[in-house]
């Protein structure tokens, strides 16, 4: 916890909290994860969390006296060619930098802790003997493993995910006729550790953002998609109950607008 009164802090301390726990020096190369937009001696009083940060959370930021925004996914990805009022990343921009507000991601950062976003996933299911897929050393990579506590059916385990992530529904390859016993996890695009989770004996593989040939599966591997938002959304109940045990001296606060998923369901 650091020690300060509210009036010294400053975004440089809020982000010194977040990249201790997802350190900026592990994230994708071609992530743009850290500071976006601010200046890390900007001071802080309140910040607002979201998994991204659009027009409408930066209104609701203004409208909470929040000076700072943090989010899972960045604002800008990549370099802009323009900033336009006509486009949601470039008003987005527009209006946090009109109205003082820095703003921070922990992208993929946050995806290669273990304590992250697939660590949370695996904890949805109560897995077990958790470890890292993609395993770049030292703990840290891409998506989980694990073993549930018991094995359960395909049609189980179609039941399991949807109670477990809230789900409306999921796309799922075809049923395999064994046991699912071991169930390997990613959040978000998770396409490309399929053959991880093949590869770590995984029965069931987790995430979202699957194309059509991907369903195709080998006998005895089954993938479910349960969407990039939906296998990543509790980031932000992670990423708010450290900063509030780090910084009790200011408001914490999840907006209030949570669900920000582009995509919807009929």
Known sequence: ?????????????????????????????????????????????????????????????????????????????????????????????????????????????????IAGVSGAMAGKLGLKNVEVLDAEGDGIGLGVVGDLPEPVTADEAVKLVKERFALKALRASRPIDGPISRVAMCGGSGSSLIDKAMEAGAQLYLCGDVSYHHFFTKPGFMIMDIGHYESEIQIVDILFSLLRKNFPTFAVRITENIYSNPIYYY
Request: charged share 20%; net charge negative; hydrophobic share 45%.
């Open 1 to 113: 916890m650091l020690n300060k009164t509210m009036k010294e802090y400053k975004v440089k301390d809020v982000a010194a909290v977040i990249e201790e726990f997802a350190p900026l020096g592990i994230q994708e190369k071609w992530d743009n994860s850290g500071l976006c937009i601010g200046s890390p001696e900007a001071g802080v009083s309140s910040v607002l969390l979201g998994l991204d940060c659009t027009p409408e959370l930066v209104d609701e930021a203004v409208a909470a006296g929040a000076d700072m925004i943090v989010t899972h996914h960045p604002l800008i990805f990549s370099g802009l060619k323009k900033i336009s009022p006509e486009d949601p990343v470039g008003l987005a921009v527009m209006k946090a930098v009109a109205a003082g507000i820095s703003v921070y991601a922990a992208h993929t950062s946050a995806d290669k802790v």
